[in-house]
């Protein structure tokens, strides 16, 4: 874990309310893991006071991208960043996704702004796997497909693709996959992965999911993130045991 000064690169809005922050980091970048997140103080004041979490989104040498859409304070602020400005970062931070083992097929489904880990996972994975990205929003709008492959959308209106969650969508299809060749990568809202999440145990396919929490230190200190483990009795971090936990390990 690393706290460094970045330098933005840029900052683009590649879809409506959708911001692609890119900065220069090279030390974490070349420690970061797919899965993993970094928190970013994103004023040189104290307002807001605490850090925001945000996945890795891609890597390209020693620059780093963030995808977020504007929900609060935090957001708005680093939407209005520009080339040449600074940002403290930490990171890289948490466990990032298990991509390595014996399966074929890679299921990668995301919920919205979930989208925002898996270019660098796509970007990892090994070329001789089948990708199928599985892309779920409440309209069209929502959708995000940055650098997705083979995709695969649903809308909860019914304005593009499969009508329904985009669970549902995958429910659909799984029986196209050899279910023990079959590895799903989920991000998103807390109801979708508890969704895929009791689907892939129920099924008996291996399923990885990257979870959310409102966090304040990021690294184990003030123990603001917890979730609920069904392996032990007891509770897990999200920031450090997690973002990325495997589905049969947490009840969200
Ligand atoms: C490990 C991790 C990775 C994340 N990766 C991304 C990412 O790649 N892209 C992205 O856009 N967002 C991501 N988030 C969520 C992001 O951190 C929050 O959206 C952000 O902190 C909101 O800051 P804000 O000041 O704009 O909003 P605030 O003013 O703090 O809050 C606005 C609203 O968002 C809600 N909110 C705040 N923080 C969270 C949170 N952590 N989870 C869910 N709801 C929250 C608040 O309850 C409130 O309703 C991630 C969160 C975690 C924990
Ligand atoms: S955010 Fe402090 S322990 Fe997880």
């Known amino acids: 874990m690393l ?25 974490i970048a070349a420690e970061a893991k797919p899965g993993q997140f970094c928190n ?63 399966y074929k097929n890679v299921l990668i489904v995301a919920g919205g702004i979930g989208a925002a880990p898996f270019p660098f996972l796509l970007n ?3 070329e001789d796997r089948q990708i199928s990205c599985f892309i779920g929003g409440r ?37 196209e996959y050899d279910k023990n060749e079959t590895k799903i990568f989920a991000c998103g809202p807390t109801p979708m992965l508890r969704a895929v999440s009791e689907f892939s145990i129920k099924e008996g396919i291996e399923c990885e999911i990257s979870t959310e929490s409102v966090m304040a230190c990021g690294f184990g200190i ?18 450090k045991d997690g973002p990325v936990f495997n589905a049969v390990d947490v009840k969200l």
């Open 3 to 27: 706290q460094v000064d970045t330098i933005v690169e840029s900052v683009q809005e590649i879809k409506k309310n959708i911001f692609l922050l890119k900065v220069s980091a090279p030390s």
């Open 40 to 102: 970013i103080k994103v004023n040189d004041n104290n307002s807001p006071l605490l850090r925001r979490p945000f996945s890795i989104c891609e890597i390209a040498a020693d620059k780093i991208s963030f995808m977020f859409n504007i929900v609060g304070v935090g957001t708005e602020i680093l939407s209005k960043k520009r080339k040449g400005d600074r940002l403290n970062i930490i990171g890289p931070l948490g466990n990032g996704f298990n991509y390595e083992g014996n």
């Open 124 to 126: 990892e994975i090994a």
């Open 139 to 175: 309209t069209k709008d929502d959708l995000i497909s940055y650098k997705m492959k083979n995709i695969l959308t649903s809308t909860d209106d019914g304005s593009e693709g499969f009508h329904g969650n985009v669970v549902k969508l995958l429910k659909s299809k799984i029986n």
């Open 222 to 239: 003030c123990q603001g993130c917890v979730v609920q483990s069904s392996r032990k009795d007891g509770f897990v971090l999200v920031c």
